[in-house]
């Protein structure tokens, strides 16, 4: 922890001098030398198994192949997107692409031709490297339909067609490209409307990765499973870029199956392990339901949305550690706060952690930009090495995003303690403004939460003529438990204050969820507002 006294809700950077800025080569490099005989990458099938095997010796070479087959075909700084669930050759794509100074365009395998046509477009892509399918959806089918309403896109590659992925590597030549020069476009999740391109570097999508893992407690040697989709900054930024960076040993899962998981972590003795909420929810249910062996586990670490204090009790109890909390978002590369490993229960479970090193995190009056004290609730703004270029071709958001004086506005909201501890309280815009007073869903969700039979809940703002607007709660359960309004409400009441408690309970068996696993609340409510949603009698 580091050891600040505040007075107002600014926290200046921590951490020393900066270290020497890191290109995904140099990081690449680096652990290479220091341990080449190292398993760097197993790739899981399906059902578990391993089947492709790198060392690090191996990987970088693979790596080196490849970007000289891409610096064959693409000038320096051209965009190349990949359209592709979590295979090994979207990892040597990735690094490939860091190595011959070409910008990888990330896309969610779930996208239909409309979404995909978009980011292709957006982010002048000429190029796509896809799968044929996944999960049902005809990747290639849809790829190649869209492609053809595309003059600029001049390459189409199937990623399991290794003679034309690895042509020209003959005659291609590695590049050298700046800590400082972009190397991903990626595209936010969408929480809130269509999403926008983060235009991404070297340095902060490496160092970001390494010192989180590191917070983490990852060491050199420890194997981990890699769950998380890819073409977001947790699966390829922080699993990734700081798995490699910190010399452990990636267990990559095609996809999220908590049953082949947890019967991966068993056999494999796995120490650490990263996910979303709902899916440690998911892996909790099943380890409690199979009675596996997943006493390996030292380390979790959650985020990408508020972990709920319930949660955090429920994985110490069956995954055996703590969750570490990380905050943060795609266009700060993403990791902005985190718990300490030995920081107490409470702070655990009541905060997101202290800012990560060389990071400025200030709580700004979201009318006035001006700090706020310490413990008044305002927004989370940050100014880091890890903050994006900028938005890719959209001058308009980028400076409504990043002030002049370079801080980044979260559209979160939270305050500070005098040790620099954050709390989450909402967002700008999913606050809930009732009858003239602001309600946070958070706090509202964190209450309910503690209801043994309620696993997940979302709390979302839906118009009302007398009050402007309304409370609705939903939640999902994986109990048979009965829930009926009157009890919801006489459970809230005990927790919080009138004027917070629900105006309606509605209960689902599923989520709208991102490609990155964050519930779309703006789509519960619209759904609530058409009248797909029928609350409790």
């Known amino acids: 922890m580091y050891k600040v006294e505040l007075t107002e809700s600014y926290f200046p950077a921590q951490g020393g001098d900066d270290p020497a800025p890191m290109t995904v080569g140099d990081m690449l490099r680096q652990s290479t030398a220091r341990s080449p005989d190292t398993m760097a990458l197993k790739e899981l099938t399906y059902e578990g198994e391993i089947a492709q095997t790198w060392t690090y010796a191996e990987l970088l070479a693979d790596a080196e192949r490849l970007a000289k087959a891409l610096a064959s075909r693409h000038a320096e700084g051209s965009r190349i997107a990949v359209y592709a669930n979590n295979v090994p050759e979207w990892v040597l794509l990735e690094l490939a692409c860091g190595l011959a100074g070409v910008i990888l365009v990330t896309v969610n395998p779930a996208y239909q031709k409309r979404e995909l046509k978009f980011v292709l477009e957006q982010s002048r892509s000429e190029a796509i490297y896809y799968v044929a399918d996944f999960r049902g959806n005809p990747m290639q089918e849809i790829a190649d339909s869209v492609c053809d309403e595309i003059p600029a896109i001049k390459h189409r590659i199937l990623l399991n067609d290794h003679d034309a992925l690895y042509a020209g590597a003959d005659t291609g030549a590695l590049r050298h490209p700046k800590p400082s020069d972009a190397t991903q476009i990626q595209y936010t999740s969408g929480t809130t409307g269509f999403p926008k391109g983060a235009l991404l570097h070297h340095n902060g999508l490496v160092r970001n990765g390494i010192d989180a893992m590191q917070r983490a407690g990852v060491k050199p040697g420890d194997s981990f499973v890699h769950n998380m989709p890819l073409f977001h900054t947790t699966g390829c930024a922080i699993l990734v870029l700081g798995g490699l960076g910190t010399g452990g040993t990636m267990l990559l ?18 120490r ?37 204090p319930q949660l955090c009790r429920d994985a110490l109890e069956t995954l ?21 490993h030995a920081d107490t229960e409470e702070d655990l479970t009541q905060t997101i952690g202290q800012p990560v090193a060389y990071t400025e995190i200030s709580i700004r009056d979201p009318q006035s930009n001006a700090v706020v004290p310490v413990g008044v609730q305002g927004e989370i703004c940050a100014r880091a090495y890890s903050v994006m270029l900028g938005y890719n071709d959209n001058p308009d958001a980028t400076a ?13 909201l939270g305050t500070m303690d005098s040790r620099g501890y954050v709390k989450i309280t909402g967002r700008v815009k999913e606050m809930i403004i009732r009858g003239g007073e602001n309600l946070f869903p958070a706090e509202i969700e964190n209450a309910m ?36 309004p009157a009890e919801l409400k006489t459970f809230v009441r005990e927790r919080l204050s009138p004027q917070k408690t629900p105006a309606y309970w509605i209960q689902v068996s599923e989520w709208p969820l991102t490609g990155s696993g ?20």
């Open 320 to 340: 055996g550690a703590p969750i570490q909390i990380v905050y943060g978002q795609t266009e700060t590369s993403p990791v902005l706060t985190q718990a300490w």
């Open 400 to 412: 409504a995003t990043i002030d002049t004086d370079n801080w980044l506005h979260t559209g979160d």
């Open 449 to 484: 939460l503690e209801h043994d039979a309620i696993d997940e809940v979302a709390v979302v703002g839906v118009p009302d003529e007398k009050w402007g607007e309304q409370v609705a709660c939903f939640i999902r359960s994986e109990s048979d438990h009965a829930f009926s």
């Open 272 to 308: 650490f392990i990263l996910g979303v909420p709902t899916m440690l929810v998911a892996l909790i249910h099943e380890v409690r339901q199979s009675g596996r062996d997943v006493s390996s586990v030292e380390c979790i670490m959650s985020g990408g949305s508020m972990v709920p």
């Open 518 to 537: 964050k519930i779309r609340k703006f789509k519960l409510a619209e759904e609530f507002e058409a009248g797909q949603h029928t609350p409790m009698d």
């Open 253 to 270: 899962a095609p996809m999220f199956d908590p049953e082949m998981i947890v019967r991966v972590i068993e056999r494999e003795k796995t």
